[in-house]
């Protein structure tokens, strides 16, 4: 990835953290500038009345107790730097000069003979700010710990960045080293968070997509494998039409391979659609008994050649379309070994239904399409879970179904 998410993730919780970290830094010095600010303007409110009240006492100023506070008679005896920056009319103020002085004024009203009188109280605070003489005795320890606890701060970050996201990397890596056609698991499955949800919903998507690209590629290589050969037979057969006209046998050979292709197409257009999901009961007694129906009108064969052992109902699990493509077949491929002259007997018995036909004696091993349909008649069974044997015999062919069974 070309920006990586745990690198995202910890550079927005570094950044958050140096922020705090600054933004509490930056208050905590507004607080101590704040309440040195509100000490020394407490103390020259403490003056100013203790003055007020020596005013009333003797009728005169007097000068303050303090080393540190100054009382002026009137503007004019302010220090010249104090009145450069505060205003006659300004109740308070706070002066800070060149030369490092740093001043707080308070103006005091008072009455003499009926006139009032303005007098005002200096405090030189230079002398006793905290913050500034902390700032220059202990800045470098305070920003040895700022910034250690900062470097701790980003190593938490670090940390929980890497805890959240390996996760989410760990099942990009495995989504990236999928294999077409591989297994499909991801480790963080089994989460009980949102992780855990989406590599449940990616092993869901991955394998659908698995199963549908093996249904594209097998329904691909089945119409080129199972519809060469009737093609073949038609086209030559055709051929055969330009020197003489088509005989009885050759219509009946077109007629066969083009119930042959259209059988075939029903099986691989079921297989291709995942229409082969299992689960609905089916009544297989009445699929055999409508496969023999539809047998009977399709080819020439005596019914009285049929023996049928089922019981009264037989319901199996799996689907119904398939069922009928897989009976179909196996009683058409019975006909294909046997002929018309076979006998077809058709038994359940402890789970498994077996279809049997007779084959002529001398009669040699008849395999052309039939082959083939071995193959998608496993595949027909294989999508509602079941199994299909085949037992070929010199005089008797047997296809054996193991069918699961409804509860």
């Known amino acids: 990835m070309s920006r990586s998410i745990r690198r995202q993730l910890f550079a927005a919780l570094a950044g958050f953290t140096i ?13 101590a500038y704040v309440t040195e600010d509100m000490l020394v303007q407490r103390l020259l409110e403490r003056e100013a009345a203790a003055v007020s009240m020596r005013w009333q006492q003797h009728g005169k100023l007097t000068p303050s107790g303090s080393d540190l506070i100054t009382v ?26 060149a030369t490092g002085q740093h001043y707080h004024v308070l103006a005091l009203d008072l009455v003499a003979a009926g006139q009032p009188r303005r007098s005002y109280l200096l405090a030189d605070v230079a002398p006793v700010l905290v913050v500034s003489r902390l700032a220059r005795e202990v800045g470098g320890v305070v920003a ?20 959240l996201v390996l996760p989410l990397q760990r099942l990009a890596r495995e989504a990236h080293l999928l294999a077409p056609g591989g297994a499909v698991h991801f480790s963080g499955r089994d989460r009980p968070d949102e992780i ?61 391979s083009t119930h042959e292709m259209r059988a075939t197409l029903d099986v691989l257009f079921a297989l291709a659609r995942a229409e082969q999901l299992p689960g609905d009961v089916v009544e297989l007694r009445g699929c055999i008994e409508q496969c023999l129906l539809r047998l ?17 109902r037989l319901e199996v699990l799996g689907n119904g379309q398939l069922t009928m493509l897989l009976i179909n077949n ?58 299909i044997v085949f037992h070929p015999g010199a005089t008797q062919y047997r296809v054996v179904i193991h069918a699961s069974q409804a509860p």
């Open 330 to 387: 196996c009683l058409a491929n019975a006909l294909f070994h046997g002929g018309p002259d076979c006998r077809i007997s058709i038994a359940f018995a402890q789970g498994c239904l077996s279809i049997d036909n007779t084959v002529p004696v001398g009669q040699p091993r008849r395999v052309q399409g039939f082959a083939h349909g071995q193959n998608l008649l496993l595949r027909l069974a294989q999508a509602m879970q079941w199994d």
């Open 144 to 163: 040895g710990v700022a910034l250690a606890l900062i470097a701790l701060a980003l190593l938490l970050a670090y940390w929980l960045a890497r805890r």
């Open 19 to 31: 922020l705090l970290c600054l933004c509490y830094t930056g208050l905590a010095l507004v607080i």
């Open 196 to 256: 855990g949800f989406l590599a449940r919903r990616l092993e869901t998507t991955f394998a659908e997509l698995q199963a549908v690209l093996q249904r594209e590629q097998a329904f691909a290589r089945d119409v080129s494998h199972e519809l060469r050969t009737p093609l073949t037979l038609m086209h030559n057969t055709l051929a055969l039409d330009y020197a003489q006209a088509l005989g009885g046998q050759e219509q009946a050979q077109l007629r066969q």
């Open 296 to 312: 009977l009108d399709e080819y020439r064969w005596d019914a009285s050649l049929l023996t049928l052992d089922l019981p009264e």
């Open 72 to 97: 002026y008679g009137g503007y004019l005896d302010l220090p010249q730097a104090v009145r450069a920056q505060v205003p006659p009319s300004a109740p308070r103020g706070e002066v800070f000069t």
